[in-house]
């Protein structure tokens, strides 16, 4: 006897469930890959606020330290919701007084007592608040998110 070998003629391409398959997972990495970027690009927000937040409170105590460095500084007043620098004649006997209005800390420039112009120096704040001990005064500054930063000035 013969063995007769039958040839299968076998198509070239993909069959349904193979596509069905291919475009399955294709989908699903798809999906995966935009959660990943969506994920990324809120953290990216965030941090960037962060930064801007913490950017802001380091120029808020430069602008301090400028203050307390100048040359012509005659007396640092402290009261409870307010701390006042008075300069000499050098500057005019110019005032400059840093204070809490409306969840933002102000500077207040006066000169002869009257008001000359109003600067905003920090935003977002929920308390700010002035420590005398001996002669160290300690500036305490609280967010609105809760957090607190403690100064020596």
Known sequence: MQKRYV???????????????????TTIVLVEGINI??????????SSKLTIE???LQNF?????????EDDLKEILL??????????EKKGDLQKMIRFNDGKIVLVYMRNGVVETIN????????ISFKQKEKLIYLIVKEKDGKEFVRCI
């Open 61 to 69: 105590y430069i602008n301090l330290d400028n203050m307390i460095g």
């Open 7 to 25: 040839k299968q003629s076998r198509k070239v391409g993909f069959t349904i469930i193979e596509s069905l398959v291919y475009i399955f997972v």
């Open 120 to 127: 905003i120096m920090l935003e977002n704040i929920d308390k």
């Open 79 to 88: 009261k409870d919701d307010y701390i006042l620098f008075s300069y000499g």
């Open 54 to 56: 913490y950017n802001d």
């Open 37 to 46: 970027f969506t994920l990324m690009y809120k953290s990216y927000i965030e």
